[in-house]
């Protein structure tokens, strides 16, 4: 019988830190899409309730221990690092695994992703608590604030390598552009 | 010539450069320009036409003469304003647009052939003798057009892109810039301060001066120092805005790399959208010159640009220079140069009535009307009244007034208006909404208007942020500007406006007399403007002059349309990143490694890789591969990723019905555990996409959509669902990327199966779904075929997919099966019948390819009505069909009748599809022929012009092999 081996989107890739900016692969734990459908937000808030949790406003995440909640779209949210619980009035899809998450941290954490992201990330127009889907160059992604420096981007997990890459490239020209100043 | 102790450069920093083959030496902070004057160097360029010998201009981006190539290891780049380009160590540089050298171009022979190349001569070429235009005239022009010269290879360099956004953008850091930041910034208001050049300061670097009681470089210091010590404000060097987009956007390059020799990861440029809540235009005035005969010697300059030599460089162009000028402003240009020890040979100004103290000759009420040296000024002819005299002079220093640099006002259809007093045209207030001009962008030309407009404008907006600022108003001079325009001088000899494109005042009199009189129809009839200045320096001065011709006033004739950008971008830095393979994202499968570690060439499927055949030792063909995994799923076992394909969860009570309404075909009714294949139309009634879905419980479906569709058609439910049901209870999610899907197939299919599965396989119909276990690992199994064989997917989340395709894949070779790729997988699927976007392309309907029954007459579909309207079927229609030959025949080729004659107007169809079959031994094709399913057992003639194929086919039914199903239900 065979025993599967679990692999992440970028297995074997370790932090980087360049330029002000450190890049890692994040471990979320499980993900699980929830749409609520029509008229049943209270049956969805309730269910939510044991968790610590609020389904979040549109832009908005919050978080209770390691469980969070993200709004992802329409009548959507992400509930990541916990167990679904069980819950009527919604659809509920394991999402676990289609997703890579990295986390971007560091003084110049914002000045690696404006080059990528074209929103406003200046702390006042995205504070702490904001999640948006943004494109990330050509990538649809969903873009979290989590710290004054670190954010924490959801890209397809085909796509991860690529993310990484652009990101990379970005701080490589970061870093090159503070030697220069120097 | 150096001046000891002026300017602003790094003396203790000396540089070494070439230009054209010479080394040079430079300090740190000159530009290419003024090391050149400093080595005098007079002669830099060649002019665009006529290939006349010209010297540097200006001191700014808006140069018209000195362009040069920029010789790197990985780049040429040809074009760039000497008077842009900072030296560094190394810098190789070389004039461009010549034939031989610089000091004797070949082609300064049109210089003499000039009478016969006026203004619009090339459009004259078009017309007569005829025959002429595309044998001769056209292959000499292509050849002498064009400035500069590339290297032909792709540019490897990095360029970067980023997004910015700020409360105040600042364009331009002179007096009244830095103003607005100072003010701005102190607010505590988030504030980019763009500057094009790589100082701040702007004129008064130029120009000197007291500011508050300072010199006006330590002023400038000072501010610098505030600024870089306030967090809320990003200075930006190097940094040209150079479009005013909506919303409060602003593109800008920025020079991150150009003045230092090529390093690793440092970006040539950079192009910046900036997104600003106020935006103050400080980009100051451009000098224009004045029109005289031969005005475009190397020696003449502008005036502002001898000062800013001077002042800003320590350098002089000459050692006896004359001052050429119509306003007071201009006059301290020679005041600088004798306090600098430089000789002022004399100042010519035409105004009648101006001051006549200077500590130099001062002609007033005369005119420059002509000069000599042909490499380099060396004497003028100077008119007053009716005497003519010459002054001896190697530099003569020009001013005809001040054009404000209002272009991004222009750049979102505004037109400045034209103002008397100043002789100018000046920016109208409100044309880009959010975007001020001040200082002397705005018409106001002394250092404390400068000052007091940018520290106005810059409390407006901090008190529309809703912050309060409290600035002091430094003092400064206020002179008034005083100016006579003089636009051109009468007399013989060409007098040239546009010295890039050799332009004189004698082609803009012909456009007139030859009718183009709109300054639009004067501008292409001759070129003026359309250089890389963009007419910075000639544009006004070319409009009076048409405005004298024509008899009408400067504002009547107006100007043409400044549009973005106000300097030259390179493509590279707007497409940072897209070159290569940063085009587009990479999608990579999980197998993807497994797939590369047997040597798998991958193939782009969309922007999924996916393999296309696995080589096995001995193979030298991919056909050779391509026939034995065809072979093999047909004997024994293969396995493939079929991950790209689109799978979208779909829920809710009002599921089957949403699936019943985008689907051809009713789904409400399948059974759960069961899957079915459906065909999707769209609006306009043609197919959209094909696929199965399969029904996971009672309100879940899981639907799949080809690879290349996937996309489109998660869209597509989106704006079914938003547009015409939003109230029903359904919702979606892509789940492509969460399972990873394998397609077993096969006679030995269910034995692979069985011996990885935790539990053997029970009774699973055809078109069936089922859950089972994976070493614990809950998996889904789809009992569907896409090869024609006895077929399954697994599906297990992506995190277990790489493992169990390696585990598939090792235990299939036990059982003489494998992996297969993309071109055994199109083998099979055209034995099989099965159609791909290759088929449904777009311009294909239900009927077309055979399916008209599968639309449901029991219910309403998208693209249902649509689809009945007459010319979507019948007979005149091309369907699908199968063809069969004994020789090569390709996809893209043509159908005719044989016997036939061979021509468009014949056409019987085309091919969409073909492979060799090594099961049927024959090459197979997928084809629409028209009125095809009746002409079924008949012949027909391919013909493929591109690659010279002509065979006659078998026209047969779609599905070759197994046509009644039987393995598929084994």
Same mark, same amino acid.
């Given at each position: 019988?065979?025993?599967?081996?679990?692999?992440?989107?970028?297995?074997?890739?370790g932090p980087l830190t360049?330029?002000g900016?450190t890049l890692?692969?994040?471990?979320?734990?499980q993900?699980?899409?929830?749409?609520?459908?029509?008229g049943?937000?209270?049956?969805?808030?309730k269910?939510?309730?044991p968790?610590?949790?609020?389904?979040p406003?549109p832009?908005?995440w919050?978080?209770?221990?390691?469980?969070? &909640?993200i709004?992802?779209g329409?009548?959507q949210?992400?509930?990541?690092?916990?167990?679904?619980?069980?819950?009527e009035?919604?659809?509920v899809?394991?999402q676990t695994?289609?997703w890579?998450t990295?986390s971007?941290?560091?003084?110049?954490?914002?000045?690696?992703?404006?080059? $990528?992201?074209?929103l406003?990330l200046?702390?006042?127009?995205?504070?702490?608590g904001?999640?948006?889907?943004?494109?990330?160059?050509?990538?649809?992604a969903?873009?979290?604030?989590?710290?004054?420096?670190?954010?924490?981007l959801?890209?397809f997990?085909s796509?991860?390598?690529?993310a990484?890459h652009?990101?990379e490239?970005a701080?490589q020209a970061?870093?090159?552009r503070?030697?220069?100043k120097? | 010539?150096?001046?000891?102790?002026?300017?602003?450069?790094?003396?203790?920093?000396?540089?070494?450069?070439r230009f054209?083959g010479?080394d040079y030496?430079?300090?740190?902070?000159?530009?290419?320009?003024?090391a050149l004057?400093?080595?005098e160097?007079k002669?830099?360029?060649?002019s665009?036409k006529?290939h006349r010998?010209?010297g540097?201009?200006t001191?700014?981006s808006?140069?018209?003469?000195?362009?040069?190539?920029?010789i790197g290891a990985?780049?040429?780049?040809?074009?760039?304003r000497a008077?842009?380009?900072?030296?560094?160590?190394g810098?190789?540089?070389?004039?461009?647009?010549r034939?031989?050298?610089?000091?004797?171009?070949l082609?300064?022979?049109?210089?003499? $052939?000039?009478?016969?190349l006026?203004a619009?001569?090339?459009?004259?070429?078009?017309?007569?003798?005829?025959?002429?235009?595309e044998?001769?005239?056209?292959?000499?022009?292509?050849r002498?057009?064009?400035?500069?010269?590339?290297?032909g290879k792709?540019?490897?360099?990095?360029?970067?892109k980023?997004?910015?956004?700020?409360?105040?953008l +600042?364009?331009?850091?002179g007096?009244a810039?830095l103003?607005?930041a100072?003010?701005?910034?102190r607010?505590?208001a988030?504030? &980019?301060l763009?500057?094009e050049?790589h100082?701040?300061g702007?004129?008064?670097l130029?120009?000197?001066?007291?500011?508050?009681?300072m010199a006006?470089a330590d002023?400038?210091?000072?501010?610098?120092?505030?600024?870089?010590?306030?967090?809320?404000?990003?200075?930006?060097?190097?940094?040209a805005v150079?479009?005013?987009?909506?919303?409060?956007?602003?593109g800008?390059?920025?020079?991150v790399?150009?003045?230092?020799s090529?390093?690793p990861?440092?970006?040539?440029?950079?192009?910046?959208?900036i997104v600003?809540?106020?935006?103050?235009?400080?980009?100051?005035?451009? =000098?224009?010159?004045?029109?005289f005969?031969?005005?475009?010697?190397?020696?003449i300059m502008?005036?502002s640009?001898?000062?800013?030599?001077?002042?800003?460089?320590? +350098?002089v162009?000459?050692k006896?220079?004359t001052?050429?000028?119509?306003t007071d402003?201009?006059?301290?240009?020679?005041?600088?140069l004798?306090?600098a020890?430089?000789?002022?040979?004399?100042?010519?100004d035409?105004?009648e009535?101006?001051?006549a103290?200077?500590?130099?000759?001062v002609?007033?009420g005369?005119?420059?009307v002509?000069?000599?040296?042909?490499?380099?000024l060396?004497? &003028?002819?100077?008119r007053k009244?009716?005497?003519?005299?010459?002054?001896e002079t190697d530099?003569?220093?020009?001013s005809?007034?001040?054009?404000?640099?209002?272009?991004?006002?222009?750049h979102?259809?505004?037109?400045?208006?034209w103002?008397d007093?100043l002789a100018?045209?000046?920016?109208?207030?409100?044309a880009?909404?959010?975007l001020v001009?001040?200082?002397?962008?705005?018409?106001?030309?002394?250092?404390?208007?400068?000052?007091?407009?940018?520290h106005?404008? @810059?409390?407006r !907006?901090?008190?529309?942020?809703?912050r309060?600022?409290?600035?002091?108003?430094?003092d400064? =001079?206020? @002179?008034p500007?005083?100016?006579?325009?003089?636009w051109?001088?009468?007399g013989?000899?060409?007098?040239?406006?546009?010295?890039?494109?050799d332009?004189?005042?004698?082609?803009v009199?012909l456009?007139?007399?030859e009718g183009?009189?709109?300054?639009?129809?004067m501008?292409?009839?001759?070129?003026?403007g359309m250089a890389?200045?963009?007419?910075k320096?000639s544009?006004?001065?070319?409009? @009076? +002059?048409?405005?004298d011709?024509?008899?009408r006033?400067?504002?009547?004739?107006?100007?043409?349309?400044?549009r973005?950008?106000?300097?030259?971008?390179?493509?590279?830095?707007?497409?940072a990143g897209g070159r290569g393979?940063?085009?587009?994202?990479?999608?990579?499968?999980?197998?993807?490694?497994?797939?590369?570690?047997?040597? @798998?060439?991958?193939i782009?499927?969309?922007?999924?890789?996916?393999p296309?055949?696995?080589?096995?030792?001995?193979?030298?063909?991919w056909?050779e591969?391509?026939?034995?995994?065809?072979?093999?799923?047909?004997?024994?076992v293969? +396995?493939?990723?079929?991950?790209?394909?689109?799978?979208?969860?779909?829920?809710?009570?009002?599921?089957?019905?949403?699936?019943?309404?985008v689907?051809?075909n009713?789904?409400?009714?399948?059974?759960v555990g069961?899957?079915?294949?459906g $065909?999707?139309?769209?609006?306009d009634?043609l197919?959209?996409d094909?696929?199965?879905?399969?029904?996971?419980?009672?309100?879940h479906y899981?639907?799949t959509?080809?690879?290349? !569709?996937?996309g489109l058609v998660?869209?597509h439910?989106?704006?079914?669902?938003q547009?015409?049901?939003?109230?029903?209870?359904?919702?979606?999610?892509?789940v492509?990327?969460?399972?990873a899907q394998?397609?077993?197939a096969?006679?030995?299919a269910?034995a692979?199966l069985?011996?990885?599965?935790d539990?053997p396989?029970?009774?699973?119909?055809f078109?069936?779904?089922?859950?089972v276990?994976?070493?614990?690992?809950e998996a889904r199994?789809?009992?569907?075929?896409?090869?024609?064989e006895?077929?399954?997917?697994? !599906?297990?989340p992506?995190r277990f997919?790489?493992?169990?395709?390696r585990?598939l894949?090792?235990?299939a070779?036990t059982?003489g099966g494998?992996p297969?790729?993309m071109?055994?997988?199109n083998?099979?699927?055209?034995?099989k019948?099965f159609?791909?976007h290759?088929?449904?392309?777009?311009?294909?309907?239900?009927?077309d390819?055979?399916?008209e029954?599968?639309?449901s007459?029991?219910?309403d579909?998208?693209?249902?009505a649509?689809?009945?309207r007459?010319?979507l079927?019948?007979?005149?229609?091309e369907?699908l069909?199968?063809l069969?030959?004994?020789?090569?025949?390709?996809?893209?080729?043509h159908?005719?009748?044989?016997?036939?004659?061979?021509h468009?107007?014949?056409?019987?169809?085309y091919v969409t599809s073909?492979g060799w079959s090594?099961?049927?031994d024959?090459?197979?094709?997928?084809a629409?022929?028209?009125?095809?399913?009746a002409?079924?057992?008949?012949?027909?003639?391919?013909?493929d012009?591109?690659?010279?194929?002509?065979?006659?086919?078998?026209?047969?039914?779609?599905v070759?092999h197994?046509?009644?199903g039987?393995?598929l239900?084994?």
């Open positions: 019988m065979p025993e599967l081996i679990a692999k992440s989107a970028l297995e074997g890739q360049l330029g900016v890692a692969e994040a471990v979320v734990g993900i699980t899409s929830i749409a609520v459908f029509a049943k937000e209270k049956a969805v808030a269910a939510l309730k968790l610590g949790l609020t389904f406003e832009n908005c919050s978080a209770k221990g390691d469980a969070r &909640i709004w992802t329409r009548d949210a992400f509930l990541t690092g916990v167990e679904p619980p069980m819950i009035g919604a659809a899809t394991d695994g289609g890579a990295l971007v941290s560091g003084t110049a954490a914002v000045e690696a992703l404006m080059r $990528l992201v074209p406003d200046r702390l006042m127009a995205f504070p702490v904001r999640a948006v889907r943004a494109p990330l160059n050509h990538m649809n969903v873009l979290i604030r989590t710290g004054d420096y670190a954010f924490d959801m890209v997990r796509m991860a390598r690529t990484w652009e990101l490239s701080m970061l870093e090159a503070a030697m220069l120097s | 010539m150096r001046i000891d102790g002026k300017g602003l450069i790094d003396r203790t920093k000396p540089v070494r450069f054209d010479r030496a430079g300090y740190k902070g000159d530009t290419l320009a003024s004057i400093a080595n160097v002669l830099v360029a060649r665009f006529y010998p010209r540097v201009l001191a700014g808006e140069e018209p003469n000195a362009m040069v190539e920029v990985k780049n040429q780049t040809p074009n760039v008077t842009v380009q900072e030296v560094f160590e810098l190789v540089a070389q004039s461009q647009n034939l031989g050298s610089l000091k004797y171009d082609l300064a022979v049109n210089d003499y $052939l000039s009478p016969f006026s619009g001569f090339y459009y004259k070429t078009f017309m007569w003798p005829r025959a002429f235009w044998a001769i005239y056209e292959p000499i022009i292509r002498a057009a064009g400035l500069g010269s590339l290297s792709h540019d490897e360099g990095i360029y970067e980023a997004f910015a956004f700020c409360d105040v +600042v364009i331009g850091a007096p810039g103003m607005v100072l003010t701005a910034g607010s505590g988030d504030v &980019i763009a500057e050049s100082h701040i702007g004129r008064l130029g120009d000197g001066g007291v500011i508050g009681g006006a002023w400038v210091a000072s501010v610098l120092a505030e600024l870089t010590a306030m967090p809320n404000v990003r200075i930006m060097l190097r940094t150079t479009g005013a987009y909506d919303h409060g956007t602003y800008a390059l920025e020079r790399g150009l003045h230092k090529a390093r990861n440092l970006p040539r440029e950079c192009f910046w959208r600003a809540g106020h935006a103050v235009l400080a980009t100051g005035a451009l =000098e224009r010159s004045v029109a005969a031969d005005n475009d010697r190397p020696g502008m005036a640009g001898v000062r800013t030599y001077l002042n800003r460089y320590g +350098v162009p000459g006896r220079v001052l050429f000028a119509n402003a201009a006059r301290g240009v020679a005041r600088d004798m306090a020890g430089v000789t002022v040979a004399a100042i010519i035409p105004r009535g101006a001051s103290v200077e500590d130099c000759p002609h007033l005369a005119e420059v002509g000069t000599r040296g042909r490499l380099g060396r004497e &003028i002819t100077v009244g009716s005497d003519e005299f010459k002054i530099c003569l220093a020009v005809g007034g001040w054009n404000p640099t209002l272009h991004l006002t222009c979102m259809n505004g037109r400045p208006r103002n007093e100018a045209f000046v920016p109208m207030e409100g880009v909404p959010g001009a001040v200082g002397a962008a705005n018409g106001t030309f002394s250092t404390h208007g400068a000052l007091a407009t940018g106005a404008a @810059a409390l !907006a901090v008190q529309a942020l809703g309060r600022v409290s600035v002091d108003l430094p400064a =001079e206020d @002179a500007y005083r100016i006579q325009p003089i051109q001088v009468a013989e000899g060409r007098a040239w406006l546009d010295f890039a494109n332009v004189t005042t004698k082609d009199k456009s007139a007399q183009f009189r709109s300054v639009e129809h501008k292409r009839y001759t070129t003026q890389p200045d963009q007419g320096n544009n006004v001065a070319a409009l @009076a +002059v048409l405005a011709a024509t008899g006033g400067i504002a009547e004739t107006g100007v043409t349309t400044f973005p950008p106000y300097v030259p971008v390179s493509i590279a830095a707007m497409g393979a940063g085009f587009a994202p990479q999608r990579f499968l999980t197998s993807d490694q497994a797939s590369r570690d047997r040597g @798998a060439p991958m782009e499927a969309g922007l999924w890789y996916r296309s055949y696995f080589p096995k030792p001995g193979e030298t063909t056909r591969a391509c026939d034995r995994e065809v072979r093999m799923v047909r004997e024994a293969g +396995v493939a990723d079929v991950s790209t394909l689109g799978k979208i969860d779909i829920q809710g009570k009002d599921a089957g019905r949403f699936l019943d309404f689907y051809t009713m789904f409400s009714t399948l059974p069961r899957v079915r294949y $065909l999707m139309l769209r609006e009634g197919v959209l094909d696929g199965t879905s399969a029904r996971l419980g009672e309100n899981l639907m959509t080809t690879t290349a !569709a996937a998660m869209r439910l989106d704006f079914v669902h547009a015409f049901c939003a109230d029903w209870q359904v919702r979606f999610i892509s492509t990327e969460a399972w394998f397609a077993v096969g006679p030995k269910r692979l069985n011996s990885v599965l539990e396989l029970g009774d699973v119909p078109m069936a779904v089922t859950t276990r994976v070493g614990g690992v199994l789809f009992r569907i075929s896409f090869s024609g006895e077929g399954y997917e697994i !599906a297990v992506t997919g790489e493992a169990l395709f585990d894949l090792a235990r070779e059982m494998g297969y790729g071109e055994a997988l083998v099979l699927r055209i034995e019948g159609i791909t290759a088929e449904i392309h777009g311009r294909i309907t239900a009927h390819i055979g399916m029954k599968m639309v007459a029991k219910k579909c998208i693209g249902k649509a689809a009945q007459p010319g079927w019948g007979p005149d229609r369907q069909v199968g069969k030959a004994v020789e090569a025949i390709s996809a893209g080729a159908l005719f009748v044989p016997g036939a004659e061979v468009r107007e014949m056409d019987q169809g073909v090594p099961t049927l024959a090459w197979l094709g997928l629409f022929l028209k009125d095809g399913r002409r079924i057992g008949g012949r027909i003639r391919l013909v012009h591109l690659r010279g194929i002509d065979v006659i086919c078998d026209v047969c039914h779609p070759f197994d046509p009644e039987v393995k239900r084994a």
